[in-house]
Every structure is written in C-alpha cells, then in structure tokens.
C-alpha cells in the first residue's frame, strides 16, 4: 500500500466515524421530573395567591377602620391604603449558634443568631412595627421537647435589630439560651413569631439550628 492509498482509506474510516462520535444522544423527557417541575410551580402560584389574599384581607380591615372612624377624622385616602405594604408572612434568613461562656454549674451559655425576613404580598422584605418572640428547644432522643431559651422584642427592640446592607435585608435576632451538661447532640429547633402593632396579624416562621461545636473543656 502507498502512502496515498493508506492516507485515503484513513480518511474514509474518519469520515464514517465521524457521525456516530458527533451524534448527541437525545434523553426522552422523565415523566417524574416533569411532573416535579409541574407540581414546584403550582405550589409557588399558590403560595403567591396565599400571600396576595393575605394582603387583601389586611387591607380590607385597614379600610374598615377608616370607614369605622368618626366623621371628619382625618385618615389616608383609598389608593394610600391599597399600596401600603401589609405583614402576610415570615421567611428565615438562616441560623448559628456558638458559645457565649464556659460551663456553669449544670448548663453551659450560648446565643442563637437567627435571621428573620418579614414579607407583603409581594413577597418583598419589609419592616414590621410590633413585636416578636423567639424559642430554642431541643426534641431529646425519647421525644421531650426541651426549652434551652426565650426572648421577646418589644417594638423598639424589634426595630433597632432591623439591618440593611449587601447582604440583604432583614431582623437579626439573639437569642441567650442555657445547653445542659450531658444533652444529647443534635439540631435545635427555632420558632419566630412577629406581630404586626397595627394590625395584630400575627405571623410564624420554624426551622432548625445546629449547636455550636463541642469543645475539649
């Protein structure tokens, strides 16, 4: 075989092969994630139309409040009702923990740092004037629902935790909590509840925390 011929056989095997090589593979659809994606969505439009009728409700209370007024008392008109932002629910914004002391007697100090965001029906940040209240407890291995600490913001509180920065916005809460000696490793449950002062709405957030990592003393 020459060096011409054997170039050109070469050539063709390239040129055949290069089809199968080039040639995407195409997936069928996985009905399961169809169906995930189909159902993620309808979950969001109803946690929008939630939100939405939330804020409605609020809104309508704010208007009859103005009608319950008495005549001649001056109050905002309707289009200044319907676009002020209402409290319809609370989003956390993540959690830490770490130690605040060394043991004392039975228990050991610590803080629990909590972020909190309260939302409209828009699902925008926005302030909140009212209180709040903030629990950890720890579920022991036998399912007892220990309190490890408390703490409630008055509204002046509340509104001095407010932060706004790069990072977003939203209300940094502390919370002292006091960890037995000897409990059980595991994660803290966090409960956050704020209370619109204009309103009286009253909305919830849950979620975990991890324990501030064990130390050698």
Not at 50 to 69: H, I
Not at 106 to 129: N, T
Not at 162 to 181: C, D, I, K, N, T
């Amino acid at each position: 075989m020459t060096a011409v011929g054997g170039w050109r056989r070469w050539s063709v095997l390239l040129l055949l092969a290069a089809p199968a090589a080039c040639t995407a593979t195409v997936v069928p659809p996985d009905g399961l994630s169809d169906a995930r994606s189909r159902a993620m969505e309808l979950e969001r439009r109803v946690a929008a139309l939630e939100a939405r009728n939330a804020e409605l409700a609020a809104q309508l209370a704010a208007a009859r409040d103005v009608e319950a007024a008495p005549p001649g008392a001056a109050g905002p008109d309707a289009e200044v009702l319907e676009a002020t932002p209402r409290l319809v629910s609370l989003s956390g914004g993540g959690a830490s923990s770490e130690w605040s002391g060394d043991a004392a007697g039975d228990a050991r100090p610590a803080v629990v740092h909590v972020a909190v965001e309260p939302r409209d029906g828009m699902s925008r940040v926005i302030q909140v004037s009212g209180a709040c209240e903030v629990n950890v407890a720890f579920v022991d291995p036998a399912g007892e629902v220990r309190s490890l600490g408390r703490r409630a913001y008055r509204p002046k509180e509340l509104r001095a935790a407010w932060r706004s920065g790069f990072m977003g916005m939203h209300y940094a809460l502390e919370v002292p909590v006091q960890v037995p000696a000897g409990m059980a490793r595991g994660p803290w449950s966090v409960s956050v509840s704020v209370t619109d002062g204009w309103t009286g709405r009253v909305v919830r957030w849950a979620g975990t925390v991890a324990p501030p990592a064990a130390s050698p003393h």
